[in-house]
């Protein structure tokens, strides 16, 4: 039997892959775990990914950003506040790159965004 194609997460943008307890219904599986279905996507998520397409088309083409770059962006506090946008600024950008805008890099290499782990960088697709 020929297993259905991976999804990716509508919260965090990791893989989702098919699992036999998800045979019956497949085709509504959105998410990869309670946790993300309870989160969903904010409105500061959906900010943290315009503010990375935005960060990025006033930069020349192959330049990158960090997630930092827009969580700093879309934090309104002068204190350190905007460390709390790091993660949500990550799953911004593997939704990002799930919807063909964007690539993450490692060390200039594009990565699977479900498994890099460490420091990335965002850029446009080429």
């Known amino acids: 039997m020929n297993t259905p194609e991976d999804k990716t997460c509508a919260s965090c943008g990791r893989r989702i892959e098919w699992r036999k307890k998800w045979e019956r219904d497949w085709d509504s599986v959105r998410y990869c775990s309670a946790a993300c279905r309870k989160h969903g996507v904010t409105a500061t998520d959906e900010a943290l990914e315009s503010t990375i397409l935005s960060l990025l088309e006033k930069r020349k083409g192959g330049a990158t950003i960090c997630p930092s770059d827009a969580a ?38 594009v990565v699977d965004p479900s498994t890099a782990k460490g420091a990335i960088r965002i850029r446009r697709t080429r």
């Open 72 to 109: 700093r962006t879309v934090y309104e506090g002068e204190d350190d506040g905007w460390r709390d946008l790091m993660e949500p600024a990550r799953r911004a950008a593997r939704r990002l790159v799930a919807a063909g805008e964007v690539e993450i890099t490692q060390k200039g290499s």
